[in-house]
């Protein structure tokens, strides 16, 4: 029984974690989010804070990151990924809960 409150235990500081991780990428992407002219970094930024986000289970966040990414001139790779996550956000909006 120690064994498993010790890992429920570091579950809870790992969800933490990228909770904060999640955070700062979004803090990062938005301090670039007039800089159209600084692509790709800035519409990586924002696919790293999307994904993060949507991962934690934030999905407005996380959907409005993606968007926030696409509005600049990401490459179209980038475009994709953000679109993927936007794809993601949807199907997890619409999947059916126990």
């Known amino acids: 029984m120690e064994l498993a409150?010790?890992?429920?235990?570091?579950?809870?500081?790992?969800?933490?974690?990228?909770?904060?991780?999640?955070?700062?990428?979004?803090?990062?992407?938005?301090?670039?989010a007039d800089r159209h002219d600084y692509e790709p970094t800035r519409s990586v930024l924002y696919r790293s804070a999307a994904t993060l986000a949507c991962n934690c289970?934030?999905?407005d966040e996380?959907?409005?990151?993606?968007?926030?990414?696409l509005a600049g001139q990401p490459p179209p790779a980038i475009a994709d990924e953000?679109?993927?996550?936007l794809a993601r956000i949807r199907w997890l909006r619409?999947?059916?809960?126990?």
């Open 5 to 32: 409150n010790e890992a429920l235990a570091l579950r809870r500081n790992a969800k933490h974690l990228f909770e904060q991780a999640a955070e700062h990428e979004a803090a990062a992407a938005r301090c670039h």
């Open 62 to 69: 996380a959907a409005l990151l993606a968007h926030e990414g």
């Open 94 to 98: 619409e999947e059916p809960k126990p």
């Open 57 to 59: 289970g934030k999905l």
């Open 82 to 85: 953000l679109r993927l996550v």
